[in-house]
């Protein structure tokens, strides 16, 4: 069984940093491509940042540029999602999920529709 145990989220004030950790098992690590998505109430699942298999390659929503960076240690079958400045409208349950880029898939992705595995969530609250 495949799972992506997300974990790391928390309150933290405007300004703050927090590391997400997705911790994967039942699954070839390195063969998957690793992304984040986040849901803030009342709103639709966004992207927030992707990765390669590699890791060298990677992509990052406008609104996080800068702020997360997203990285992955193969050995440890571990993704992570390091966020400073975190602002109030970062507040969401953050997701991992993992696709394999074969059959023409692209090498790393932001669109949901393309990934295989989701994780539970962890919730991040950023509020003074």
């Known amino acids: 069984e495949v799972q992506l145990q997300a974990s790391g989220g928390g309150v933290v004030q405007p300004g703050g940093s927090l590391r997400l950790s997705c911790a994967a098992s039942g699954l070839v690590f390195d063969d998957y491509a690793l992304g984040w998505f986040r849901q803030a109430p009342g709103k639709e699942r966004e992207g927030v940042s992707c990765m390669s298999i590699s890791g060298r390659s990677s992509y990052y929503e406008d609104s996080v540029k800068g702020r997360f960076r997203m990285s992955r240690d193969n050995a440890k079958n571990t993704a992570y999602l390091q966020m400073n400045g975190l602002k109030p409208e970062d507040t969401a349950v953050y997701y991992c999920?993992?696709?394999?880029?074969?059959?023409?898939?692209?090498?790393?992705?932001?669109?949901?529709?393309?990934?295989?595995?989701w994780g539970q969530g962890t919730l991040v609250t950023v509020s003074s």
């Open positions: 999920a993992a696709f394999e880029p074969k059959g023409g898939r692209s090498a790393y992705s932001i669109d949901p529709s393309i990934y295989d595995y």
